[in-house]
């Protein structure tokens, strides 16, 4: 029963990373002017640096994005 419950809960991140990892995509090449004026003209590894938090945190940079 441990098993399931722990199976269930890695899918559930596996998941939810898949799903940062494919708005990471979309939002570091056209979503993030939309937010950040300051991010315009910005470097390669600027954008390579802020992935692992756009993967994390998709869901309020999604919502964020969505209400402007």
């Known amino acids: 029963?441990?098993?399931i419950i722990v199976s269930?809960?890695?899918a559930l991140v596996a998941v939810y990373l898949?799903?940062?990892v494919l708005f990471?995509?979309?939002?570091?090449?056209?979503?993030i002017h939309k937010i950040d004026e300051g991010a315009h003209g910005s470097s390669l590894s600027f954008r390579f640096?802020?992935?692992p938090g756009v993967i994390v945190f998709w869901?309020?940079?999604l919502k964020?994005?969505?209400?402007?």
């Open 64 to 68: 964020k994005l969505l209400n402007k």
């Open 1 to 3: 029963m441990f098993e």
């Open 59 to 61: 869901v309020f940079l």
């Open 24 to 31: 990471a995509a979309y939002f570091l090449t056209k979503g």
């Open 49 to 51: 640096l802020i992935v």
């Open 18 to 20: 898949i799903c940062g």
């Open 8 to 10: 269930f809960i890695l």
